[in-house]
């Protein structure tokens, strides 16, 4: 791994919020009395009931417990949304840039505002009020975010499916969270083909608990045709039509949940991971403004899907309670060429801009052309997340996409942590390529060994957490022993986050990936148990194992190994059928990108697989497989390396 280093230039700690001895300074504040810290920067945002008590937080083993601002009372969208209307109200709110590059629009604060009120008086009229969940499957398009802060001003739980999800996913997230109402579109728009997205939902009702929804919303973007059941759907413009744009906030309390979002882990089904109102707001905004070194005026753009966590907390919640101008994008990189991101920058002047290794490794393969005929001379900051971004991607990044002059931010965090954990600050941090550097306010990493021994300075190990943050998840949905299970049973009084990683001489953070079965594919999480059982559902298929292995655009992909019923005989038009059939019934992220017949797998004679042996063989790296010796059938090694699909 590359060792170099890149000083902070001039003009980034010029314009900076702060510089290196002001966030020593406040790290060293943060960490020593966070008390003292959060009561000050819990007041970046509004309070309707200011809070006394600050942090009430427990790690300790069957009491895990996580309240931030306990009795303070706020409304998250009157934070996006009400409280700029003074001073920001015509300031674009959202750009909204549309799959077509001929379509985009400019939406204020004060549109923002109407947009929201009505949707929510839409729901409202519908009987959702406090508390109640609200299931969203949407395109990116404005109403997504209208949904969201609708939600949220209502006190309502919104839980959002990315629509890249299959009926069967959507299904099993609707009746865990048990909504009443679903928001989707009749169809979502990506790289000019077509998702439709009303008719998953329609498949996912047939699925789930009987007479739960009682409404389905259908915005209309493309105007395709599309069943309406009479009684249960609704067009949203119809519905809007009949409510005005006002509609009152429902003040709730700051430990009050704001969403739920489903994510894999290393076993089961999906968790719905609970964020909370209060804390995680100011943990998002403040991220969003340190992090990006976020100025008024400056145009932010977050690639990412509002499906995931990424979307909530940098798309829509983080910068709209700074009343920043945050655009949102309903494409894709390569659509109609891969000079659209560059494209979109230039069109609406992009100053700060955040996507994924992925993206940038997708678009390095068609070479330097189709950036440099565009100008990108707005850009400032780069982001990257989602996965560890390997050294020759963020060297394209910061010398190809940002001509040296822009500061990179590789921003390391997840699902579970609802912002921001550990990154460089443009005008504080000196960046090492590769590495996510150093922990932001109030984070306080440890390393661990595998007995759970915290490692001091230059280290390799797990990576936990110390204690709380006002961004953390609070538990699992509807399962609070699971949340402890997950998180605080592997290292007592520590938050495990299921990585890796290494930390260098300087306390600087290199996240080398999962440690856990979980697989990190173009950034998205995937738990190897979910495509496992899906695989065995096929009533061709006896047994199988899924593993990662390096994936030269995705990061990781999906080695699945399959073993058949007795008699039946693997070949390509049966891989090909259960590639299709994973996709169907989990979606096209959890696509296996190998599949390898094997008429046996690896135990222990206590039955168990081991999962080693089948990640170093489709890793391509099988001269060092260790010790096999205690496998039930030592023999199956040699028919898997010889029949090994993934070869160099
Ligand atoms: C996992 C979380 C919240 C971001 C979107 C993904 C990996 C994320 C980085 C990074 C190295 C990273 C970790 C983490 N990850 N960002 N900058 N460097 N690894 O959220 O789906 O909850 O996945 O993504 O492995 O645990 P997620």
Same mark, same amino acid.
């Given at each position: ?5 890149? $000083? ?115 729901? +409202? ?20 975010? &209208? ?26 997230? #609707? ?26 939902? $329609? ?17 209309? +973007? ?9 009684? +249960? ?46 804390? &995680? ?10 992090? @990006? ?13 509002? *499906? ?8 829509? &919640? ?16 390569? &659509? ?23 993206? #940038? ?105 110390? $204690? ?14 699971? @949340? ?14 299921? $990585?890796?990683?290494? +930390?260098?001489?300087? *306390? ?61 005989? *693997? ?78």
């Amino acid at each position: 791994m590359s060792e170099k280093v890149i $000083d902070v230039q001039d003009a980034w700690r010029e314009r900076a919020l702060i510089d290196d001895a002001k966030y020593q300074e406040m790290y060293a504040a943060s960490v020593s009395d966070p008390e003292t810290f959060w009561a000050e920067h819990g007041k970046r945002i509004d309070w309707s009931t200011p809070f006394t008590k600050v942090k009430e937080t427990s790690f300790a083993p069957g009491n895990i417990s996580i309240k931030w601002f306990e009795d303070g009372k706020t409304n998250v969208a009157v934070n996006c949304i009400d409280r700029h209307l003074e001073t920001r109200g015509d300031q674009t709110a959202i750009i909204w840039e549309g799959d077509d590059p001929n379509e985009s629009k400019h939406i204020t604060y004060r549109q923002l505002h109407a947009e929201v009120g009505r949707m929510a008086n839409v729901l +409202r009229n519908r009987g959702v009020g406090k508390g109640d969940r609200v299931t969203l499957y949407l395109p990116m398009i404005p109403e997504a975010a &209208y949904a969201m802060l609708a939600c949220a001003r209502l006190g309502a739980i919104h839980a959002i499916v990315f629509g890249g999800f299959s009926p069967d996913s959507l299904a099993s997230r #609707i009746n865990g969270c048990g909504s009443k109402v679903v928001i989707t579109a009749d169809e979502g728009l990506r790289g000019g083909r077509k998702v439709p997205l009303k008719a998953n939902v $329609d498949e996912a009702i047939k699925r789930v608990e009987k007479d739960l929804v009682e409404h389905v919303i259908v915005v209309k +973007r493309t105007g395709g045709d599309v069943a309406m059941e009479p009684g +249960r759907d609704v067009y949203y413009h119809e519905a809007a039509e009949q409510v005005t744009d006002d509609c009152p906030a429902e003040q709730v309390e700051a430990e009050h949940p704001l969403f739920i979002l489903y994510t894999s882990g290393s076993t089961g089904q999906p968790k719905g991971v609970v964020h909370t109102t209060g804390g &995680y707001l100011v943990y998002a905004s403040m991220t969003h403004q340190y992090v @990006f070194d976020y100025h008024d005026g400056d145009v932010y753009w977050c690639t990412a899907d509002v *499906g995931w966590v990424t979307g909530h907390s940098y798309i829509v &919640y983080g910068p709209l309670a700074n009343g920043a101008t945050t655009l949102m994008f309903e494409g894709i990189p390569t &659509y109609p060429s891969n000079s659209r991101f560059w494209e979109v920058i230039d069109k609406h002047n992009v100053n700060i801009f955040y996507t994924a290794p992925t993206a #940038i490794r997708s678009l390095m393969g068609g070479g330097e052309g189709p950036v440099k005929k565009t100008s990108r001379q707005s850009l400032r900051v780069l982001g990257s997340v989602g996965e560890p971004i390997n050294p020759e991607a963020w060297d394209w990044y910061y010398n190809v996409v940002g001509e040296r002059r822009c500061s990179i931010v590789d921003t390391w965090w997840q699902t579970e942590t609802g912002g921001i954990l550990i990154t460089p600050l443009p005008g504080a941090t000196k960046l090492k390529p590769g590495s996510a550097t150093r922990p932001f306010f109030g984070v306080q990493p440890v390393m661990v060994d595998a007995e759970g021994k915290e490692l001091e300075g230059k280290c390799e190990g797990n990576l936990c957490i110390k $204690d709380s943050w006002p961004g953390q998840m609070r538990t699992v949905y509807g399962d609070h022993e699971r @949340f402890e299970q997950t998180y605080f049973s592997t290292y007592k009084n520590l938050y495990f986050t299921g $990585d890796g990683a290494r +930390r260098d001489d300087d *306390g600087y953070y290199w996240i080398t990936g999962r440690v856990d079965d979980v697989i990190n594919v173009s950034g998205h999480r995937m738990g190897t148990a979910e495509v496992e059982s899906s695989l065995v559902a096929h009533p061709k298929v006896s047994e199988a194992a899924v593993v990662g292995y390096p994936h030269n655009l995705k990061g990781q992909g999906i080695y699945a190994y399959v073993t058949l019923n007795e008699g039946l005989e *693997g070949d390509d038009a049966l891989r090909k059928e259960l590639v299709t059939w994973v996709r169907k019934d989990i979606g096209p992220i959890a696509s296996p990108d190998l599949i390898q017949f094997a008429p046996g797998l690896p135990k222990t004679r206590s039955g168990k697989i081991m999962r080693r042996i089948l990640r170093k063989i489709a890793e391509d790296d099988f001269g060092s497989l260790g010790d096999t010796s205690t496998l039930a059938e030592p023999a199956v090694v040699d028919d898997l390396i010889e029949n090994r699909q993934n070869r160099g």
